[in-house]
Nanobody, 115 residues
């Protein structure tokens, strides 16, 4: 079964940067949108950023100007470059991919921003 596999999370100081990566373990045909959600302890999951197959992007207000989403359609991969990280960015980050048939989700990667 094809899965999305994330990497790049970790512990970073406030003001630092991290780059999250997410790639499919096999071939997924005709992916539409890809993106990233996050969930902090005690909070609901929220959309961080998304990107269409054509490259149009959408960001949460909290991510604008600091995060950049990109994708590689040939690799069925999506990336999230996170700069100027804040303590409130601490969360588990989940990537996703949508197709006409179903949605795919990653297992989540922890991002912890310390002061």
């Amino acid at each position: 079964q094809v899965q999305l596999v994330e990497s790049g999370g970790g512990l970073v100081q406030a003001g630092g940067s991290l780059r999250l990566s997410c790639a499919a373990s096999g071939t997924i045909f005709r992916i539409n949108d890809m993106g990233w959600y996050r969930q902090a302890p005690g909070k609901q999951r929220e959309l961080v950023a998304s990107i269409t197959s054509g490259g149009s992007t959408n960001y949460a207000d909290s991510a604008k100007g600091r995060f950049t989403i990109s994708r590689d359609n040939a690799k069925n991969a999506v990336y999230l470059q996170m700069n100027s990280l804040k303590i409130e960015d601490t969360a588990v980050y989940y990537c996703y991919a949508t197709t006409w048939r179903r949605d795919y989700w990653g297992q989540g990667t922890q991002v912890t921003v310390s002061s």
